[in-house]
């Protein structure tokens, strides 16, 4: 099954590679110029047109901005998500400095670590992500502020799980200002995490989204998944919220495009069942109550 699937993806970019000579350009694995970041304004723009324009010019270059996944289920997207928004960091604006990642405990226990293979396919350098996993949420908290004040790396994600009570206001707005105070930007990655206040600058809410067609020059190739899509909606910002997006993530161009058109599944989202099934070893779920109920006649 793995030799198949290897040989089927260098046949795609062998198909790739004689699609642009055909189209009469060199193939380089850039096919457009990415937008640069505006370091004056301090904003990253993502490339997608309307999610720039709803933010302003894109996502700061310095301070802390949430990445939250509602359901454990969406930790992997979110996870995805964080990934891409750094490693743009790192190429447009520190391309010699590591990203920093600090998962506390209990997330990587949930949701994995990162794995050597995945970040490659994803159009990162292992080499260029530092991870750290402290024991406690408070050594996590003392590791972030600490990679804020030095200038050894371009970007820093925080992942922690749910709503822990010992992370509230008063903490967030401590590594916020850190963050501001050196001009990078802090991704704080919540896994099954509720609403709260904070002093991010931006929350995203992040889901998986049906993927799209693969693309070989101007042309969809059947029964092929595309690139990792997301559904971005923008709970907080400078703008009224919520609004929703739902962009791809090309590793690569290392950019982010609009979602095309051609996806395997034209509705609904890319897991459509609320939760998990129950287990085949226990009792199962309750059914949901609907709005109306029933009794039975008296007579």
């Not at 979110?78 to 790192?90: I, K, P």
């Not at 709503?163 to 903490?171: R, S």
């Not at 989204?209 to 029964?223: D, K, V, W």
């Amino acid at each position: 099954m793995a030799n198949a699937a290897l040989a089927k993806a260098n046949l795609h970019a062998l198909r790739q590679v004689v699609a642009a000579i055909e189209e009469g350009r060199q193939h380089t694995g850039k096919l457009d110029e990415p937008p640069a970041a505006d370091a004056a304004a301090g904003r990253l723009a993502l490339g997608v047109e309307a999610f720039d324009a709803w933010l302003e010019g894109g996502v700061s270059l310095a301070g802390l901005c949430e990445l939250r996944a509602a359901l454990t289920m969406d930790a992997g997207a979110a996870t995805g998500f964080a990934l891409a928004l750094s490693s743009l960091v790192q190429e447009r604006v520190r391309p010699e400095r590591p990203i920093l990642w600090i998962s506390e405990r209990e997330a990587g226990r949930e949701a994995g670590l990162a794995h050597a293979a995945g970040l490659v396919s994803f159009g990162l350098a292992p080499s260029s992500l530092i991870t750290a996993h402290p024991r406690r949420l408070d050594e996590a908290l003392w590791v972030a502020e600490s990679a804020l004040q030095t200038e050894a790396f371009s970007a820093v994600v925080l992942e922690v799980r749910g709503n822990p009570a010992k992370f509230g206001l008063t903490e967030s707005r401590r590594l916020h200002l850190r963050a501001r105070e050196a001009r990078l930007p802090l991704l704080l990655l919540r896994q099954a995490g509720e609403e709260e206040a904070s002093s991010a600058q931006l929350r995203f809410l992040v889901e998986a989204a049906p993927a799209g067609l693969r693309r070989i020059g101007r042309y969809s190739a059947p029964g092929t998944i595309g690139h990792p899509a997301f559904r971005i909606t923008v709970e907080k910002s400078r703008n009224p919220a919520p609004f929703a997006f739902t962009m791809e993530w090309n590793a690569d161009d290392r950019q982010f495009y609009p979602a095309g058109h051609d996806t395997l599944h034209t509705s609904g989202p890319a897991h459509p069942h609320g939760s998990p099934a129950a287990p085949a070893n226990g009792p199962d779920r309750a059914d949901q109550m609907g709005r109306l109920l029933a009794f039975s006649r008296a007579s």
